[in-house]
């Protein structure tokens, strides 16, 4: 594979220079600063805390997609989004389930399948195109949020709204280049300043759930 090959996906870019995306390279830095607010709000936390880094990594990994836009770039853009998504999964095994450390990394694995069968069925709709790579996550978050309900309803609640904000950023994902003759830099920034806020939220949704139970404890 040629790492270093040119990869155009989105509506904003219009040549191979560094700056050819700085809409969608600057608004990256939500991430960066969503995971600077929560980090004093995690302490105490490492698992909270290990998403605060991996959600800033976030947000260095997609500037350097959408500044030198080649395949290796890519990488460093997709792997930080699939560390978050198994490390959020294994923090809530661990703490919205009560799950001992390998059970809930054995049920964090299932990911891995659960994405292999879903993703191919998210791609048979028309229109949705790559973000049927990114559509089996806000189901997983549905189900979970669905089957916590009663266990954990505040949970369920703070899950629940997650799923809003990530469907509507992935609804501007989807329609970048589909508006581009309207809006020339497309929507795809919007992809980054809503999911940085549901990154965030989600650390939020299990600080909150964490310190909840630490009081009770007490």
């Not at 302490?43 to 805390?49: F, K, Y």
């Not at 450390?101 to 998210?122: E, H, M, S």
């Amino acid at each position: 594979m040629d790492w270093t090959r040119q990869i155009d996906s989105y509506c904003e870019r219009l040549g191979p220079d560094y700056w050819a995306e700085p809409v969608n390279a600057l608004t990256n830095l939500a991430f960066v600063l969503a995971a600077a607010l929560l980090w004093p709000r995690v302490r105490g936390l490492p698992l909270a805390r290990a998403l605060c880094v991996v959600l800033a990594s976030i947000g260095v990994g997609s500037w350097l997609f959408h500044t030198h836009a080649t395949a290796l770039a890519a990488l460093a853009d997709v792997l930080p989004i699939l560390g978050y998504i198994l490390l959020y999964i294994f923090a809530a095994n661990r703490a919205y389930w009560g799950l001992r450390p390998w059970a809930a990394l054995g049920l964090t694995a299932l990911f891995v399948p659960y994405a292999a069968v879903t993703v191919p069925v998210f791609q048979t709709i028309p229109g949705l195109g790559s973000s049927a790579a990114y559509a089996p996550v806000p189901l997983l978050i549905l189900i979970y949020a669905l089957l916590l309900r009663r266990r954990q309803p505040q949970v369920a609640r703070g899950l629940g709204i997650g799923v809003g904000v990530l469907v509507a950023s992935l609804f501007f994902r989807t329609v970048d280049e589909t508006v581009c003759s309207a809006i020339p830099f497309g929507t795809h920034f919007m992809w980054h300043i809503l999911n940085a806020v549901m990154l965030g939220w989600m650390i939020e949704v299990y600080r909150r759930h964490m310190l909840a139970g630490q009081a009770a404890r007490r």
